[in-house]
C-alpha cells in the first residue's frame, strides 16, 4: 500500500495512517483480501490527517454525502472540516422515507443504496465519501442517485483506492482523490 501523492506526506502522517491499516484475508468472501480501516478511525492523528486531507477536496460542495457504513464515519468528519452539511446514503430498507434507490454490483455479490427524501437540494453541490473504491459500483450507484434527486455531484473522495479493480473508470469524468492506494 502506498500514499496515493508523496507531496502530502511531508510530516509522515499519511504513512502513519498506512501503517495502521490492516488486510483481513478470505473476508466477507472467499478470494478477497479485506483492508480493514478500523485502527484508522480509531486513532486520532490518522483519523484526523484522512478527514482534513479529504476535506482540501471537497472545494465549492454544499454538502458531503457519505456511502453506508464506513462512509458515514468518514462523511461526517470530511464535512465537519469543510463546514458543510453531511448527508447518509443508506442501504435498503434503513429510511423511512426514500427519494431514490439503485442497486449495483459488488466484486462479491450486489447490493442497494438508497438516498433520504427531501434531503438534497436540486442544485445543491455534493462531494461523495466513502472509505474504499474498489470496482466503483457503489460510487456510481451513489452518484447516480444524487443525479436523479438534481444535486450536482462535483468529485468523489476515499481513503483508499483498491486500483487494481479500475473504479475510477466507472465515475468518469468525475474527478477522484483517493488518499491511499493499494
Known amino acids: 500500500m502506498t500514499v496515493a501523492d508523496p507531496d502530502l506526506d511531508e510530516d509522515g502522517s499519511l504513512t502513519h495512517v498506512v501503517g495502521l491499516v490492516r488486510d483481513v484475508p478470505d473476508y466477507p468472501a472467499p478470494g478477497i483480501l479485506f483492508k480493514d480501516l478500523t485502527p484508522v478511525f480509531a486513532d486520532a492523528r490518522a483519523f484526523t490527517t484522512v478527514a482534513t486531507e479529504l476535506a482540501a477536496c471537497v472545494g465549492e460542495a454544499d454538502v458531503v454525502a457519505g456511502i ?5 464515519l468518514l462523511g461526517a468528519a ?16 434503513k429510511l423511512p422515507r426514500v427519494a431514490g434507490s439503485r442497486t449495483y454490483d459488488l466484486e462479491y455479490g450486489t447490493a442497494t443504496l438508497e438516498l433520504p427524501a427531501e434531503t438534497v437540494s436540486p442544485g445543491a453541490r455534493v462531494f461523495v465519501v466513502d472509505d474504499v473504491l474498489a470496482t466503483g459500483g457503489t460510487a456510481a450507484a451513489t452518484v447516480a442517485l444524487l443525479a436523479v434527486a438534481g444535486a450536482e455531484v462535483i468529485g468523489f473522495g476515499a481513503l483508499l483506492e483498491l486500483t487494481a479493480l479500475s473504479g475510477r473508470q466507472a465515475l468518469a469524468p468525475l474527478p477522484v482523490h483517493a488518499l491511499l492506494h493499494a
Open 68 to 72: 453506508e457504513a464506513r462512509g458515514f
Open 78 to 93: 470530511v464535512a465537519l472540516v469543510a463546514g458543510v452539511g453531511v448527508i447518509p446514503v443508506r442501504k435498503a430498507g
